[in-house]
């Protein structure tokens, strides 16, 4: 057929794909092709994280040191009067233009490596929580002491310059942060941050720990204390992080399990079993009386329980109690199941401005090591919440155990970047007080050190996982800390982040491992190897490659993480080396044309401050000449970009002879030319003028999927590999589906040898714009469309609709231009309906456990609707859309995608719509992944639904299944460390400000002594 000659020839001649073959060819005998060993990569590559965290972690320990010295050092005084940096008030003035106090001239420079914040790298500044007053004496001699830091701060960054933000968070609330930068309060002037109740700050603080909250809903606690109370609970489950376990427990006269599906266990405090919480927590309503015993017993019964199981956190305990007063101290209840061990804590937080009931619940916070308070509003919560993680801390502190803390990754929202949040992890220690008159233990506060996750992606090797092949991985509780596939963000767009995206489990990811056995051996630590088959999406979740995935996986000594290297089978288990001259290399590597990827690790530029100015290539060169011989680089990987430079620079010459010719091209319908090879280089050519482009994305890297970077090989690359080799790949870019930008990228993979095994070396392709494409489909179709030469039917027949379609059922041309780019099945779907049952097409089911979907506020459940962030679709369920705010939640939802057949050469087909028969026929175009769909319309078949593309909320619907959801526990490993008690803690440090009156006093005596004397 006339199209498929016409499209291939200009495909073949522009991008040069024969040229570049027969180049690659010419080396055949000169290199070496060999299987990559994924044990051996995993494991070296696990040995250069485990280094790099080393690193961070020594910097955080010197911390520590200089911290406690420098405290112990200091003598406390009440009236010091200290100027230090405010992180709000500093180079701020007043009326008169002098600096306000705390305030003084603070230098600030732009710092690229800072996300081009303006910061002062020889200081660091203070930030005090708004609800705090700034020269509070305590907060002054913390300050004053902590001053020593600042040379640490700056030696650290001196000597690992990838370092980023340090800091040291106080246990009297104020946090110092290096560099220097200034902090901008929102809009009513509040600054939130309380670096106390950050995740790293109280896993560095306290031990795992169990708890169950009691909260008395009896009559008298309605209104405003109902109000406080739900907030106190709110606030505590704030405390609660991932290694923790909690239930939350209603009690009148009656118990009532605020999740009824969950009486008698607890469950991990994640994000989503916190959330599930909350929501329940506004069902709660006062009435009755409370019967505080039975709740007591309750929970002591469900700790003890728990714990017995060994799925908790099996270290400190502790119950909560949330209530206006207590009639009786409870002692039996107390004796039968605390006492004498007292492993289980107790802390009363008394709601309201009475303190009628004080006297018992201040009696049973001490004879249960914990620790009353008392919450008469809802600006008393928070301080009062936090005071329980310091007794929780007391046996750490006397132990003096400095836990390396690592946090699950999140992202960092007090500092965005341009190019949207970044993820990190950090990795935090207790600081304590060495001071010897007191055994009572004090927790001076925590000092931890960000690690930006891209670190960690700069130490992937890249171009030994193949075209296909990532890295990835978890932590100690199995979630993602690197994947090619976690999207913590919403749409590209908003660079909102979602809510849970620091808690996705691998399991939702790699969702095919339905048994979790690559997750279960990976959050146990172990190193070994697996294999499934697994559906890849790419094009935002719109197009489907399947494979075959070799997993290997060990874990990283000093950390709770472990790392995994998936390979897919095929071409993605070879790698070749070539050789060439130093000289020929560098010559061809430093052609204007040439660009190597961003994102991968030629040369580490970053380590020494010195390089920090230096491009890839410039490294590159001082480093193989020999004139920067302590340069970090990969000197593997530089071989093989200059073998694939001299390789592929006869190219340039090639297209630039293309462009100079006037008579090809003259209407400028091919407009770039472009190569990339498996080692992250690439070459362009533009045959227009930049401005005349109807596209530029390729060019400004718009499009992340377009371009190499640490997760993936671009688009047009890994669709090139997945087609037969010779055969050219074409498509719309979604991204310019929409907007009059649109053209069409046709390209095509380079093998090295002729068999399976070959390595892909490289792919070719060209953009040309949409209309010139179409015109040639056209112009094709007019002199014929039967394969034999006899034209019977033609597109321009009225009766008749052509389509030229792609192997993922995308419309590239059609008459009615408002159609391009459309799912096939969503303007003909009784054909596509035909199609899939004819086997022509195939439907793949594929699940996305982190899609969001539109819930509208005040609404019944019904009136969910969806909006998936992978497909970006949104599909309206329930009513039409009701007034009212939306709001986006987490969901799972499930959606199609599809693929056609490669052994269709031809096929007919009849469909009936209402009495009439309507006939189609689908070709393939050879040497492509088109086809051409000529479909007679003399029928009306619009009755039929279309078949589209939409993705479907997967609703637990079933209670019994939603409980079991939440019941389930995924297998997670305990940090090593556990401080639940010590023998010499002073319990009597225990929130009863008030002396002991007399009875109480008499009731406490005894068990004292009973303390003591044990």
Not at 399 to 410: K, Q
Request: with cysteine.
């Amino acid at each position: 057929a006339h199209l498929y000659g016409k499209i291939k020839s200009i495909s073949a001649k522009y991008s040069g794909s024969q040229l570049l073959q027969k180049k690659y060819k010419e080396f055949e005998k000169s290199v070496r092709v060999e299987e990559i060993d994924g044990m051996k990569v995993v494991k070296n590559l696990a040995v250069k994280m485990e280094e790099m965290f080393r690193r961070k972690a020594e910097a955080t320990r010197r911390l520590v040191e200089a911290a406690e010295e420098a405290h112990h050092q200091h003598e406390e005084n009440p009236d010091l009067q200290y100027e230090y940096f405010n992180a709000v008030l500093i180079n701020e003035v007043d009326e008169e233009g002098n600096n306000v106090e705390l305030g003084g001239e603070f230098l600030l420079e732009p710092n690229y490596h800072f996300n081009n914040l303006s910061v002062n790298l020889s200081l660091s500044v203070v930030q005090v929580p708004t609800n705090m007053y700034n020269k509070d004496p305590d907060i002054v001699n913390g300050v004053y002491w902590s001053e020593a830091l600042n040379k640490v701060f700056v030696d650290n960054y001196e000597r690992d310059p990838t370092l980023i933000w340090q800091y040291f968070g106080s246990a009297k609330g104020f946090f110092r942060q290096y560099p220097g930068v200034k902090w901008h309060p929102d809009e009513h002037g509040v600054i939130g941050f309380d670096c106390r109740n950050r995740k790293w700050y109280i896993q560095a603080a306290t031990s795992p720990k169990d708890v169950v909250i009691l909260v008395d809903v009896s009559g008298s606690m309605k209104g405003l204390r109902l109000t406080i109370a739900r907030q106190t609970v709110s606030s505590i489950l704030d405390t609660l992080g991932d290694d923790d376990f909690f239930n939350i427990i209603a009690y009148n006269q009656e118990i009532h399990y605020v999740e009824p599906c969950l009486n008698g266990t607890l469950v991990r405090a994640d994000r989503t079993n916190k959330d599930h919480f909350r929501e329940h927590l506004d069902k709660l309503f006062a009435k009755g009386i409370g019967l505080l015993g039975e709740a007591l017993t309750e929970a002591f019964m469900i700790l003890s329980d728990f714990n017995q199981t060994g799925r908790g956190s099996v270290c400190s305990q502790a119950i909560m109690l949330v209530t206006d007063g207590a009639t009786e101290m409870y002692d039996d209840v107390f004796e039968k199941y605390n006492w004498p061990e007292r492993k289980v804590r107790l802390f009363p937080y008394l709601i309201g401005r009475e303190s009628a009931f004080a006297d018992n619940l201040k009696w049973m916070a001490c004879a249960n090591k914990g620790y009353f308070s008392q919450i008469s509003t809802l600006a008393d919560v928070q301080e009062n919440v936090m005071r329980y993680l310091h007794v929780m801390s007391r046996p750490k502190v006397i132990d003096h155990e400095h836990d390396t803390v690592w946090t699950e990754a999140y992202v960092d929202s007090a500092l965005n970047d341009k190019s949207g949040p970044t993820l990190t992890t950090t990795v935090a220690m207790p600081v304590f007080s060495t001071k010897n008159e007191t055994n009572q233990g004090i927790l001076l506060g925590v000092v931890g050190t960000d690690i930006p996750l891209q670190e960690l992606m700069k130490l992937i090797p890249k171009h030994m996982l193949g075209i296909h092949g990532y890295v990835f991985a978890i932590t100690n509780n199995g979630y993602i800390l690197i994947h090619p596939d976690l999207r913590p963000l919403y749409q590209e767009g908003q660079k909102r982040r979602k809510p849970n995206y620091s808690s996705v489990d691998l399991s939702e990811v790699e969702w095919e491992d339905k048994d979790g056995i690559l997750r279960n051996a990976m959050v146990n630590r172990r190193t070994g190897t697996f294999s499934m088959e697994v559906k890849k999406t790419v094009d935002r979740g719109r197009r489907v490659l399947k494979m075959h995935n070799d997993y290997y996986y060990t874990d990283i000594k000093g950390t709770p993480f472990s790392v995994g290297v998936a390979l897919s089978r095929g071409h993605g288990k070879y790698f070749f080396r070539g050789n060439v001259s130093l000289e020929a290399g560098l010559r061809d590597l430093e052609q204007p044309d040439v660009a190597l990827a961003d994102e991968w690790t030629y040369c580490n530029i970053e380590e020494e401050h010195e390089h920090r100015h230096l491009t890839q290539i410039q490294a590159i060169k001082l480093f193989m000449t020999g004139r920067r011989p302590h340069l970090k680089c990969d000197r593997e990987l530089i071989q093989e970009v200059l073998f694939d430079a001299v390789v592929t620079a006869p190219l340039e010459a090639y297209w630039t002879g293309l462009a100079l010719n006037k008579s090809e091209n003259s209407d400028k319908g091919v407009e770039i030319a472009f190569l990339g090879t498996r080692t992250g280089l690439s070459r362009t050519n533009l045959f227009v003028p930049v401005d005349q482009l109807s596209n530029r994305d390729f060019l400004t890297a718009e499009d992340k999927e377009g371009v190499f970077n640490a997760d993936h090989f671009p688009l047009w690359y890994k669709r090139a590999a997945e087609q037969v080799p010779g055969t050219f790949v074409y498509s719309i870019p979604f991204s310019t589906a929409l907007e009059n930008k649109s053209v069409v990228l046709a390209s095509t993979a380079i093998q090295l040898l002729d068999d399976r095994k070959s390595p892909i070396v490289a792919a070719v392709g060209i953009q040309m714009k949409l209309e010139y494409f179409q015109k040639k489909f056209w112009t094709a179709c007019r002199q014929c469309t039967a394969l034999d030469g006899k034209c019977s039917i033609s597109c321009d027949n009225e009766d008749i609709n052509c389509y030229l379609i792609d192997n993922n059922g995308f419309i590239l041309v059609t008459e009615e231009q408002s159609q391009t780019g459309l799912f096939f099945g969503e303007v003909e779907g009784a054909v596509m309906n035909k199609l899939l049952q004819m086997g022509s097409f195939k439907r793949i089911t594929l699940y996305d456990y982190q899609a969001l979907c539109r819930e509208y506020a005040g609404s019944s459940d019904s009136a969910r609707t969806l909006s998936d962030v992978s497909v970006q679709q949104t599909a309206f369920r329930g009513r039409e859309r009701s007034r009212g705010k939306t709001m986006m939640v987490p969901c799972d939802t499930e959606y199609p995608a599809f693929v056609s057949e490669r052994t269709i050469k031809e096929t007919t087909g009849n469909i009936e719509c209402d009495g009439c028969i309507r006939s189609f026929v689908i070709q393939q175009i050879p040497s492509s992944n088109l086809f051409m769909v000529v479909v007679d319309n003399k029928c009306d078949c619009s009755s039929a639904p279309p078949v589209t593309m939409d993705p479907i909320e997967i609703i637990y619907i079933l209670s019994s299944l939603k409980c079991e959801r939440l019941k389930y526990q995924k297998d997670r490993k305990k940090p090593e460390s556990c401080h639940p008690f010590h023998p010499e803690e002073n319990a009597m440090e225990c929130g009863s400000a008030t002396r002991f009156s007399g009875p109480l006093a008499a009731a406490l005596l005894p068990l004292i002594t009973a303390t003591i004397s044990r």
